[in-house]
């Protein structure tokens, strides 16, 4: 997916979502730390943002990951 077109408009908190990503059988999961408004174009959407992959101490877009499945609201997470 190429996201170097995408400009982040704006970002708030995302508390307690996670993004899953499944390989074959195994479930991934991935805590999603903001939520980004973004801009591709005249096309605008939310995707959310992880501190995952190959450079963890840098966000990321969850959906540049591969074998994104969705998001998930995790209740009673402290």
Request: hydrophobic share 40%; glycine share 8%; proline share 4%.
């Amino acid at each position: 997916m190429d996201t170097t077109k995408w400009k982040i408009v704006q970002i708030v908190p995302a508390e307690h979502w996670n993004a899953f990503y499944r390989e074959g059988k195994k479930e991934t999961v991935e805590r999603v730390t903001c939520w980004a408004l973004v801009a591709d174009g005249e096309r605008t959407f939310v995707t959310g943002i992880v501190m995952a992959g190959l450079t963890p101490e840098i966000g990321q877009f969850a959906l540049e990951i591969p074998n994104f499945v969705n998001y998930r609201h995790v209740r009673g997470m402290e």
